[in-house]
């Protein structure tokens, strides 16, 4: 076994586990925090795939700034199981048997997907992910795409303004 | 069988080197201690720690034996497990970022060239960034599992002073980056030693004095202290800590002084490279230790800087700290990077 099979199974059972531990934890604010360490290990993931840059900026922006800004939000709410609306026990068999359903054809999909199926990841070869090639591919290829992006981002701004401003 | 195909040579250096830097900056933070006291000594006039040792240098190991030796309370109404992992994650967050800082340049030894540097990887300063961004779970989670109000109000006013101050930094830095061309500290360092360039400080001054006031704001520093405001939150966030685990709090903002100014000074002033002065002419290891040297002593006034500006300046009230921050250093750093962006459009 290589050293990148032993990191991809490492990652890939913790980003499984810290997932699962986000679902089953009461407390919320466990919650947010096993989501950091799944954001961690999928940002393992991509430095697998050599795309440094995407794992990077997924930790400053998912971990760093949306994360924290979910901590703020249950902090203030003061949410624990007293006050969390409980829910019956055949709602919790009926979410369960369905989610698993859902990974089922999830699964199945993607493993007889024919776009995928001759696909093999690039753990050493690839270097799209790095900045530069990164930057030449959103500025050249994808321009417009990228700008309706930043229009977006704009939008979603001036309306977070608009709503936070007292009046 | 070979289970992992792993350069163990490269493994071991590593580790050599991550061991030193560590145990390093945990040596420096320790005195640095020492020297906040003696500075603040000087500029009130008084003495200053003299008693233990000569000129009082045993100070931080009888201060540090005290913490340990304190008894260790954990509130009985905080949250155990979160209220032991805040000053965990506070003093990993400020020690990883030594990973990305080049030290010095590389030294020859046993047939082998070690670059005196953990990892050059090619968004350096990005990971400093995402190493930053994480500094505030410490604060927040500690904050929060105390269990106390004071606590819980100090570690939303650190939070929110951290995420504001963040984004000046991040666009100051663009403006850097700009110019350099590359995210690699290492490459910023060299670039700026090659002969017919200056420091950065020399393209990007306003840049560099955003940078420096949010550095101080993210070190939790005063003026910009107000996680810690004694007279309205009582202690601030560690308020429910003691012995080690307060350490810990306490140790990481001196640990994050020092990973900032290693920062500042790698991008701003050169880093290993001293000045009006050619490395090349001496010998390879001899060249590497004496730039260690001369980014130790820029480290050294750095933190000095930090100190002189503590216990000379007030602290901000909280709406000037979030004034100065949206209104004044925001959009100074966004004209500093258009006026970057524009000068390179027609000069460069």
Redesign the interface.
Same mark, same amino acid.
């Given at each position: 076994?290589?050293?990148t099979e032993?990191l991809f199974f490492f990652l890939s059972a913790l980003a499984i586990f810290s997932a699962i531990m986000v679902l089953i934890s009461k407390?919320p604010?466990y919650s947010v925090?096993w989501l =950091?360490v799944t954001f961690f290990a999928i940002s393992g993931h991509y430095i697998l795939l050599n795309a440094?840059?995407l794992a990077? =900026?997924n930790?400053?922006v998912y %971990?760093? %700034?949306i994360m =924290?800004l979910f901590?703020?939000v249950v902090?203030?709410m003061n949410l624990n199981q007293q006050n969390e609306p409980q829910k019956g026990l055949w709602m919790k068999v009926a979410g369960v048997v369905s989610g698993g359903c859902f990974l089922m054809v999830f699964v199945s999909l993607v493993r007889q997907a024919v776009d995928l199926r001759t696909k093999v990841a690039m753990t050493t070869g690839g270097d799209i992910g790095?900045?530069k090639n990164l930057g030449r591919v959103l500025f050249n290829d994808y321009v417009v795409p990228f700008e309706i992006t930043s229009v977006l981002f704009l939008s979603a701004m001036v309306g977070a303004i608009v709503m936070g401003k007292k009046d | 069988m070979t289970l992992l195909s792993l350069d163990m040579l490269l493994v071991l250096e590593k580790l050599i080197l991550i061991i030193i830097i560590v145990f390093a900056s945990l040596g420096i933070a320790l005195y640095t201690t020492f020297a906040e006291r003696k500075v603040a000594a000087i500029l009130q006039d008084r003495p200053g720690p003299e008693r233990a040792g000569p000129f009082g240098l045993f100070q931080p190991l009888a201060d540090g034996l005290k913490l340990i030796m304190k008894e260790e309370i954990i509130p009985s109404s905080s949250n155990k497990a979160l209220f032991i992992l805040g000053p965990g994650l506070a003093m990993t967050a400020a020690l990883m970022t030594c990973a990305v800082i080049p030290w010095g340049s590389t030294v020859h030894l046993f047939g082998r060239e070690i670059d005196l540097q953990i990892a050059d990887i090619n968004i350096g300063i990005l990971y400093v960034f995402g190493v930053v961004s994480l500094g505030v779970y410490g604060i927040m989670i500690g904050g929060w599992a105390s269990n106390n109000k004071f606590s819980l109000m100090a570690a939303l006013r650190g939070a929110s002073q951290a995420i504001s101050y963040e984004l000046a930094m991040g666009i100051a830095l663009i403006a850097l980056l700009m110019t350099t061309n590359t995210l690699s500290l290492r490459e910023i360092v060299n670039q700026q030693m090659a002969p017919g360039h200056l420091w950065n400080i020399a393209y990007q001054p306003l840049g560099f004095l955003l940078f420096f006031i949010c550095a101080m704001a993210e070190c939790n520093r005063t003026p910009f202290d107000l996680p810690e405001a004694e007279n309205e939150l009582n202690f601030g966030y560690h308020q429910e800590y003691s012995s080690m685990k307060l350490g810990f709090y306490l140790f990481s903002e001196y640990i994050n002084m020092i990973m900032s100014s290693a920062i500042m000074a790698s991008l701003y002033f050169g880093g290993f490279d001293i000045p009006f002065f050619d490395e090349k002419i001496l010998p390879q290891n001899m060249a590497a230790l004496v730039g260690v040297g001369a980014l130790l002593i820029k480290i050294v006034i750095f933190i000095f800087i930090f100190m002189w500006i503590r216990w000379t300046i007030p602290r901000f009230r909280y709406d000037q700290l979030m004034n100065l921050g949206w209104k004044s250093l925001i959009p100074l750093a966004l004209a500093n990077m258009l006026a970057t962006g524009a000068w390179i459009l027609y000069h460069g």
């Amino acid at each position: 076994m290589s050293t990148t099979e032993i990191l991809f199974f490492f990652l890939s059972a913790l980003a499984i586990f810290s997932a699962i531990m986000v679902l089953i934890s009461k407390n919320p604010i466990y919650s947010v925090l096993w989501l =950091v360490v799944t954001f961690f290990a999928i940002s393992g993931h991509y430095i697998l795939l050599n795309a440094q840059f995407l794992a990077i =900026v997924n930790i400053i922006v998912y %971990a760093g %700034a949306i994360m =924290v800004l979910f901590l703020f939000v249950v902090m203030l709410m003061n949410l624990n199981q007293q006050n969390e609306p409980q829910k019956g026990l055949w709602m919790k068999v009926a979410g369960v048997v369905s989610g698993g359903c859902f990974l089922m054809v999830f699964v199945s999909l993607v493993r007889q997907a024919v776009d995928l199926r001759t696909k093999v990841a690039m753990t050493t070869g690839g270097d799209i992910g790095l900045i530069k090639n990164l930057g030449r591919v959103l500025f050249n290829d994808y321009v417009v795409p990228f700008e309706i992006t930043s229009v977006l981002f704009l939008s979603a701004m001036v309306g977070a303004i608009v709503m936070g401003k007292k009046d | 069988m070979t289970l992992l195909s792993l350069d163990m040579l490269l493994v071991l250096e590593k580790l050599i080197l991550i061991i030193i830097i560590v145990f390093a900056s945990l040596g420096i933070a320790l005195y640095t201690t020492f020297a906040e006291r003696k500075v603040a000594a000087i500029l009130q006039d008084r003495p200053g720690p003299e008693r233990a040792g000569p000129f009082g240098l045993f100070q931080p190991l009888a201060d540090g034996l005290k913490l340990i030796m304190k008894e260790e309370i954990i509130p009985s109404s905080s949250n155990k497990a979160l209220f032991i992992l805040g000053p965990g994650l506070a003093m990993t967050a400020a020690l990883m970022t030594c990973a990305v800082i080049p030290w010095g340049s590389t030294v020859h030894l046993f047939g082998r060239e070690i670059d005196l540097q953990i990892a050059d990887i090619n968004i350096g300063i990005l990971y400093v960034f995402g190493v930053v961004s994480l500094g505030v779970y410490g604060i927040m989670i500690g904050g929060w599992a105390s269990n106390n109000k004071f606590s819980l109000m100090a570690a939303l006013r650190g939070a929110s002073q951290a995420i504001s101050y963040e984004l000046a930094m991040g666009i100051a830095l663009i403006a850097l980056l700009m110019t350099t061309n590359t995210l690699s500290l290492r490459e910023i360092v060299n670039q700026q030693m090659a002969p017919g360039h200056l420091w950065n400080i020399a393209y990007q001054p306003l840049g560099f004095l955003l940078f420096f006031i949010c550095a101080m704001a993210e070190c939790n520093r005063t003026p910009f202290d107000l996680p810690e405001a004694e007279n309205e939150l009582n202690f601030g966030y560690h308020q429910e800590y003691s012995s080690m685990k307060l350490g810990f709090y306490l140790f990481s903002e001196y640990i994050n002084m020092i990973m900032s100014s290693a920062i500042m000074a790698s991008l701003y002033f050169g880093g290993f490279d001293i000045p009006f002065f050619d490395e090349k002419i001496l010998p390879q290891n001899m060249a590497a230790l004496v730039g260690v040297g001369a980014l130790l002593i820029k480290i050294v006034i750095f933190i000095f800087i930090f100190m002189w500006i503590r216990w000379t300046i007030p602290r901000f009230r909280y709406d000037q700290l979030m004034n100065l921050g949206w209104k004044s250093l925001i959009p100074l750093a966004l004209a500093n990077m258009l006026a970057t962006g524009a000068w390179i459009l027609y000069h460069g």
